[in-house]
C-alpha cells in the first residue's frame, strides 16, 4: 500500500468514526443511531483487519467507540489539539528532548483544558524540562495528516519561544535526555519523518520570519 492511500484510508476511517460517534450523541430517532452504529461497526471491522487482528478484536474496537459517545454538543467530535515549542538558547542552539522511545522532538505535547495555546506550551516546556519560557510569536498551526502521520488527527499549534529561567533538568519519566543542539546537528532518530518545523527554525530565529505557516488547501 502506498504512503498516499495509507493516508487517505486513515482520513476516511477517522472521518468515519468521528461522524459516527458524532451522530450518535445527537441522534433521537432509533433508526439513525443503528445506522450510525452500523458505521462504527463497519470501521472497526475495516481497522482491525488492516492491522492484522481477529473479529473479536473488532466487537472490542467497537465497544469502545461506543461506550465513548457523549451527548448533543459534548459529544461532538473533533480533531485533538497540540502544542510545541521551538527554543533557542543564546548560542543559537534549539531545545531538543529524548522521549522514552529513544526519539529526539522539539517539547511539546496534548493542550489540556483550561489553558490558552500558549499557556499549554510554556507549561510543558517546564514540566519536560524544567526551562521556564515565553512564547514569543506563533510559527505554525499544522495538521497531522498533511505532514503525514496516518495516526490519530491532531493540529498543533508551533510556538517560537525564549528562554526566560531555569536550568535543564529532564522530567524522569517523560523526558530521558535535553539539551540544545546546532540545527545542523540535530540528534537522531526524530519523533517524527517531516522535517519541516527545521525549516521553519531556521527561517524564524535566524531569517526573521513573522509570518505563521499554515498547511494549505
Excluded at 543559537?92 to 483544558?113: E, H, Q, S
Excluded at 499549534?157 to 519519566?173: D, T
Aim: proline share 6%.
Amino acid at each position: 500500500m502506498t504512503s498516499s492511500l495509507c493516508l487517505e484510508l486513515a482520513r476516511f476511517l477517522q472521518r468515519m468514526v468521528a461522524i459516527g460517534r458524532t451522530g450518535l450523541a445527537f441522534a433521537k430517532d432509533g433508526f439513525d443511531r443503528e445506522r450510525y452504529e452500523e458505521m462504527l461497526r463497519e470501521a472497526a471491522s475495516l481497522t482491525t483487519v488492516l492491522a492484522g487482528e481477529s473479529e473479536a478484536a473488532a466487537a472490542e474496537v467497537f465497544r469502545t467507540w461506543r461506550e465513548s459517545v457523549g451527548t448533543d454538543y459534548d459529544g461532538y467530535v473533533t480533531t485533538a489539539v497540540g502544542c510545541g515549542a521551538i527554543v533557542f538558547n543564546a548560542n543559537d542552539k534549539v531545545l531538543m528532548i529524548k522521549r522514552p522511545n529513544g526519539r529526539w522532538f522539539y517539547p511539546g505535547g496534548f493542550c489540556d483544558v483550561g489553558f490558552s495555546p500558549a499557556e499549554n506550551v510554556a507549561r510543558e516546556v517546564l514540566e519536560e524540562t524544567g526551562l521556564s519560557v515565553k512564547p514569543v510569536r506563533l510559527m505554525a498551526l499544522t495538521d497531522s495528516l498533511k505532514l503525514g502521520s496516518p495516526a490519530r488527527h491532531v493540529y498543533t499549534a508551533l510556538f517560537y519561544c525564549k528562554v526566560e529561567a531555569g536550568e535543564i533538568r529532564p522530567h524522569p519519566l517523560e523526558v530521558s535526555e535535553a539539551g540544545f543542539f546546532a540545527l545542523d546537528q540535530i540528534p537522531e532518530p526524530l519523533h517524527s519523518p517531516n522535517r519541516h518545523w527545521i525549516t521553519l527554525a531556521r527561517e524564524f530565529h535566524f531569517e526573521g520570519r513573522v509570518e505563521p505557516y499554515f498547511d494549505p488547501l
